[in-house]
């Protein structure tokens, strides 16, 4: 069964530090998201992408986040100057286009570490 | 600010029994309804989806909906251990551009 691939599984990073978490979305899949857990928390909505471009974001989702489909595969969320408070497992998330009834299909993750 | 709202538990029932898990949501306008479990430093796992009122069955799982209510529901029968995990409610509008709100997730432990 295809499913969604996000690299690296763990990312360490001093404050301050870009980081960009990768993802491989399924592929014929066409609506892709970022949401974040911190320990503990909801999984909370960051930004959809689709069409090439930010269709919703959430509030936390500020001028320090960007997200880029550089190429037919990838799909990239960069924080420029990473926060303590962004220590969190990030999920790549991708959909089928078309479908109302289409759910969301996640990968395994990034946990990210700001130290 | 759409919610969605989860009793966090932990829910403990023994092993073999129902398990009962609920969920409200406050946008009337929502017509995709999802349970996802997700183990402890996992990503979330598709258990279930529904979309009109009623009861929806697949395996040991039944979800339920009752939009006039804006309640989701999901019974897992014959709970086993293996099913202690935490139970996310998901609701989003129809539209594959739309963002899925979760709620807070109920921690269901089975136990032995």
């Known amino acids: 069964e295809p499913e969604v691939t996000q690299t690296p599984s763990h990312q360490v990073t001093q404050m301050g530090q870009e980081v960009i978490l990768r993802c491989v979305p399924i592929s014929n899949h066409l609506y892709f998201y970022w949401y974040r857990q911190i320990l503990g928390q909801k999984v909370e909505f960051l930004v959809s992408?689709?069409?090439?471009?930010?269709?919703?974001k959430s509030e936390i989702f500020d001028d320090q986040f960007s997200v880029e489909r550089p190429d037919g595969s990838n799909f990239t969320l960069k924080i420029r100057s990473t926060k303590l408070e962004d220590s969190a497992m990030y999920f790549c998330a991708s959909r089928k286009e078309g479908f109302y009834n289409s759910p969301l299909h996640f990968g395994n993750g990034t946990r990210l570490t700001v130290t | 600010q759409k919610e969605v709202e989860q009793n966090s538990g932990p829910l403990s029932v023994p092993e073999g029994a129902i398990a009962s898990l609920n969920c409200t949501y406050s946008d009337r306008g929502s017509q995709s309804f999802f349970w996802y479990r997700q183990y402890s430093g996992k990503s979330p796992e598709l258990i279930m989806s529904?979309?009109?009122?009623g009861d929806k069955e697949d395996g040991r799982f039944t979800a339920q909906l009752n939009k006039a209510s804006q309640y989701v529901s999901l019974l897992i029968r014959d709970s086993q251990p293996s099913d202690s995990a935490t139970y996310l409610c998901?609701?989003?509008?129809?539209?594959?551009?739309?963002?899925?709100?979760f709620g807070i997730g109920t921690k269901l432990q089975v136990i032995p």
């Open positions: 529904i979309y009109s009122n």
């Open positions: 992408f689709y069409n090439n471009e930010i269709s919703e």
């Open positions: 998901a609701v989003s509008g129809s539209g594959g551009y739309q963002k899925v709100t």
